[in-house]
């Protein structure tokens, strides 16, 4: 079965500056699909970016970027220029290939900024 | 543009109370729909997901149950609630397009309390 691990449960940031957070799974499969999900407090699941596992290019959205590193099955998100409204939680998701129905989540973790 | 739409927002019942959540999807045909619980502070469990009217596959055993009566509309229901069956409950949707796979799009979420 498909795992997938956050270890920090809790990160905080200033204002401006960059973080990233962690990601780790676990699958057997070589054709899947990898996910950023952010929960502010409204608690809708907001789609922050998303990753092919056959494509060699770490994917970038804006101030958003990943560092996919499939061998280590490592997948972290950075956040740059940090701003007050990307203190969430934020998810992290795995989907096995086009045959797979599921997504697996983290546990999440919890963005603070700091002014 | 595709919307997915959830309601109630908000939702309190007593136990042993029916329950009936409803999702709808505009903007797309023969989407793939999902039920997930959110419990405080932990991450997203799947309960069911559907392929097509009618299908519904459950990856929990609960007391829960879930309805597809049309292409774009998933129902999430219970005979009689339990006090474990609170929680947030999320609806989202998926499909294939040109081989691959889309991401997840949620709705607004429903927040349930059974008192």
């Known amino acids: 079965a498909q795992t997938v691990t956050q270890s920090q449960p809790e990160m905080s940031v200033q204002e401006a500056e960059t973080v990233t957070l962690s990601c780790t799974y676990d699958?057997?499969?070589?054709?899947?699909?990898l996910f950023w999900y952010k929960q502010p407090p409204s608690r809708q699941m907001i789609l922050v970016i998303r990753q092919e596992a056959y494509k060699q290019q770490n994917a970038t959205e804006n101030r958003f970027s990943v560092n996919f590193q499939k061998a280590a099955k490592s997948f972290s998100l950075k956040i740059s220029d940090s701003q007050l409204g990307d203190a969430a939680m934020y998810f992290c998701?795995?989907?096995?290939?086009?045959?797979?129905?599921?997504?697996?989540f983290g546990k999440g973790t919890k963005l603070s900024v700091i002014p | 543009s595709q919307t997915i739409h959830q309601w109630p927002a908000t939702l309190v019942q007593p136990v042993g109370s029916p329950l009936s959540l409803e999702c709808t999807v505009e903007g797309t045909s023969n989407p793939n729909l999902y039920w997930y619980r959110q419990a405080a502070g932990r991450g997203l469990q799947l309960l069911f997901y559907?392929?097509?009217?009618?299908?519904i596959s459950s990856e929990v055993p609960q007391n829960l149950s879930a309805s597809r009566p049309q292409d774009r509309q998933f129902i999430l229901s219970s005979k009689k609630l339990l006090l474990s069956d609170s929680g947030f409950y999320l609806c989202?949707?998926?499909?294939?397009?040109?081989?691959?796979?889309?991401?997840?799009?949620f709705g607004q979420g429903t927040r349930l309390t059974v008192v």
């Open positions: 989202a949707w998926s499909r294939l397009y040109g081989g691959s796979k889309t991401e997840a799009f």
């Open positions: 998701a795995y989907s096995a290939g086009a045959g797979s129905y599921q997504l697996t």
């Open positions: 559907s392929v097509g009217i009618g299908q």
């Open positions: 699958t057997s499969e070589s054709d899947y699909y």
